[in-house]
């Protein structure tokens, strides 16, 4: 049969069997997919991991991003959005301003509020418990989803405390969940040329761990597409799905497309689009026990993301209002998308629109009514690889 | 979780011809993954080795002045307007002396994709006139010119015979005939989106004269406007048909309509308002390359799709990235933006990275030796 013969020819016979037998794949495995240059077969082989745990739901979720400051003393080189502290075009919102945001889009459906936001060494511990609350007093029933690890570790180092009493902290004032950022890749030699004074692979794991433990799920991401290596990118996969064996805390694994526009490594060309669809798929049949895997066409762009749902992914994502992290980089590409936009994608690609909360509950259609044409978010366009 | 096609693939696997019935199960079968996998393996039948081609090439719109007015097109002015304009012939050899300083002077090497509007004031003698006058002046130049539209209207114009006029272009140094006009080769189509233009007979017949004198001519596929998936198995089937007859087409090219500043763009009562997805594309290039087994080259269609959808378009039946396009026109008049986003070191980049080594071919395919100069571009610009 043809679809042997190709997988065959591709070398990729071995792995077929283990992922039709649900074995775990090794790191020779994930080195092997990663060098493989047969796009389809991997987008075949992850769709059948993607078909046997969501069939066809493709989840989405309404929410809104808040960026609370952009003042940053990290100066990691694959981001345009922050400014070094003292720079003029620096802010943060304090918690009235936050909580207007919130109120602001009172009118619109959502079910999530995701903050994140630079590493301010002048806001005290009390200012994130106090924004915390603010959203939540603004906003009850929408589920609050803040902080990096990397947000986390300086927010401990204020705090002065253990991590395990700040996230007690947070709950008590309505933290709920942690996003996946920061983690870029986990690799030594990646982070001494990319992100040196950020919390390394060990502390990004270590907090993320922690949060699990302290009831706090979060996502997983990986930034790739910059000076990482296959080597660095399937040790990043294998120390993911190591913490989740000991945690089951990962909700999502979100692969990052790196977007060097306005960066200080804006002469790399950026990664392709089938490097794109590459990373979805091997993220897909690397993390065994990941539950979803999610595309951010914010960054992967829409033409890309929707094929992605035949390339292992059950989640897109999503329904965002203000990006100001991407706006950034990709204001002359901007493209906007709106809610019937997105689910007519997932409808043409042959998959069912569900929609999601934060924990992957079913929110019925009936209480949140789609509207049409509703504004959610901007993309770059697809070519802002050039 | 969708239908099972593995019938087909057993077919497409024993290089069987596929029906039409079997194209339009394929067409609804969303695993695009899958429709990639069978694709690339006839791809890699046809082109075992690891290579992708690309072609040195420059657009030339000679004129913008058309009295069909298509309702799918931004590029257009009346004749009249103060809008429309005809290239003298030192315009049209400037641009060509800018290709030719990149692409060398190895002959036949560097493609002149020239085209423009139905522009009432052109006669065959122009024509005959400026094409020998390229091919005496510039022996690396092909000249890739004129679709069947506009030579069906030549040859109304001169009252002659379309056999005649293609043998007399041909004569004056025309090489080889674009495919361009043919949109979707049907005539309920074609009343809707442009109902002046040739009839989808015409549009082949000039194409099957133009192999009858021993020309190669190229055929493309305009989707995403107001045809069926129907529409686009019968359009593959008559190219399909036309090819087992002749065997002159090199080549086929598909792109999604482009609806900015196009009067079709702005009518919901004939256009839903969607643009085809890059998803699309990859399927409908995908389903092409299994079902017109009979024509050798898929082209990318970065123009349109972007670099992201083109290098992926690699694992789904292309197995040429077009053409450098120093300029294009048309297109970009009705919205694409991604002319800037390719340049030769971005293009042989997305090949590279697709796991394959960049090679330049002429327009009949066959290999070019010369290294375009990058410099020489950016001098000119």
Request: charged share 10%; aromatic share 0%.
């Given at each position: 049969m043809i679809y042997q013969q190709q997988i065959e020819r591709a070398g990729l016979t071995a792995i077929h069997a283990k992922v039709i037998e649900g074995q775990r794949l090794s790191a020779d495995d994930g080195v092997r997919l990663y060098e493989s240059a047969d796009l389809p077969i991997l987008g075949y082989l992850a769709n059948l991991v993607r078909e046997a745990r969501h069939g066809d739901t493709t989840y989405y979720v309404r929410n809104q991003h808040i960026n609370y400051t952009n003042i940053c003393n990290k100066s990691c080189k694959f981001c345009s959005f922050y400014v070094k502290p003292k720079d003029e075009r620096g802010y943060v919102l304090d918690p009235e301003q936050v909580a207007k945001r919130v109120t602001d889009y009172a009118e619109v459906p959502i079910t999530e509020i995701h903050m994140v936001g630079g590493v301010n060494p002048k806001l005290p511990y009390q200012y994130y418990l106090d924004v915390l609350q603010a959203m939540k007093e603004a906003r009850p029933e929408a589920h609050l989803k803040a902080f990096t690890m990397i947000e986390v570790a300086q927010i401990q180092r204020i705090a002065k405390k253990p991590l395990a009493e700040v996230f007690a902290d947070m709950r008590r004032v309505g933290l709920e969940s942690l996003p996946g950022g920061g983690a870029e890749v986990f690799s030594e030699r990646v982070h001494e040329d990319l992100f040196w004074t950020k919390a390394d692979s060990d502390d990004w794991l270590a907090i993320a761990a922690e949060a699990h433990k302290a009831g706090l799920p979060s996502n997983a991401t990986m930034l790739y597409?910059?000076?990482?290596n296959t080597q660095e990118k399937v040790y990043h996969l294998c120390r993911l799905r190591e913490v989740q064996d000991e945690t089951k805390g990962f909700l999502a694994y979100i692969p990052l497309s790196f977007h060097p526009e306005r960066t200080e490594i804006d002469h790399l060309p950026g990664p392709t689009g089938q490097l794109d669809l590459k990373e979805i798929a091997v993220g897909r049949l690397m993390l065994d026990n990941f539950p979803h895997v999610k595309t951010f066409w914010i960054m992967n762009t829409i033409e890309i993301s929707q094929v992605a749902l035949w390339y292992g992914a059950n989640d897109i994502d999503g329904t965002i209002m203000d990006y100001e992290i991407t706006r950034t980089s990709f204001e002359d590409t901007e493209q906007r998308l709106t809610q019937k936009n997105l689910l007519d994608r997932i409808v043409e690609a042959g998959r069912e629109p569900v929609e999601r909360d934060s924990l992957y509950n079913i929110v019925e259609a009936a209480d949140v009514p789609v509207a049409a044409h509703e504004y959610v978010g901007q993309q770059a366009n697809a070519g802002s690889l050039a | 979780m969708t239908a099972d096609i593995t019938d087909i693939a057993s077919k497409v696997g024993d290089g069987e011809r596929l029906t039409d019935e079997e194209a339009a199960r394929l067409f609804a079968h969303p695993n695009v993954a899958e429709l990639g996998l069978l694709a690339n393996a006839v791809r890699m039948r046809k082109y075992p080795e690891s290579v992708v081609t690309f072609n040195v090439g420059r657009n030339i719109n000679y004129t913008n002045v058309c009295w069909v007015k298509c309702d799918f097109c931004a590029f257009y002015r009346a004749p009249g307007s103060d809008e429309g304009y005809t290239l003298s012939k030192e315009q049209i050899f400037a641009k060509i002396d800018e290709l030719v300083a990149f692409g060398g002077d190895e002959p036949k090497s560097n493609e002149i994709l020239m085209q423009g509007g139905l522009n009432p004031k052109l006669r065959l003698d122009y024509y005959e006139d400026l094409l020998s006058d390229i091919r005496d002046r510039y022996p690396s130049v092909q000249l890739h010119c004129l679709s069947a539209t506009e030579i069906i209207y030549i040859a109304h114009l001169s009252k002659l015979p379309l056999a005649e006029t293609l043998s007399r272009l041909r004569d004056a140094g025309l090489d080889s005939i674009p495919g361009a006009g043919a949109e979707i080769l049907n005539d309920d189509v074609r009343d809707i989106i442009g109902f002046r233009k040739d009839r989808t007979q015409e549009w082949l017949e000039v194409h099957r004269i133009a192999h009858g004198l021993g020309m190669r001519t190229t055929a493309t596929m305009m989707y995403?406007?107001?045809?069926s998936m129907d529409h686009r198995i019968e359009h593959l089937r008559l190219l399909r048909d036309l090819q087992d007859e002749t065997g002159g087409f090199t080549a086929f090219i598909s792109w999604n309509f482009q609806p900015d500043d196009t009067d079709l763009g702005a009518d919901s009562e004939r256009w839903n308002g969607m643009k085809a997805t890059g998803f699309d594309h990859l399927r409908t290039v995908a389903v092409a390359r299994l079902y017109l087994d009979n024509i050798p080259s898929f082209q990318a269609s970065w123009v349109t799709q972007g670099p992201r959808i083109a290098q992926v378009s690699l694992k789904y039946g292309v197995n040429d990235f077009g053409s450098t396009m120093l300029e294009e026109n048309v297109v970009s008049a009705a919205?694409?933006?991604?002319?800037?986003?390719?340049?030769l070191d971005n293009m042989e980049r997305l090949i590279r990275d697709a796991g394959y080594d960049p090679q330049r071919r002429n327009t009949a395919y066959a290999t070019v030796a010369t290294r375009p100069r990058l410099e020489a571009l950016a001098a000119a610009s």
């Open positions: 597409g910059h000076v990482e | 995403g406007h107001v045809e919205g694409t933006s991604h002319m800037q986003q390719m340049g």
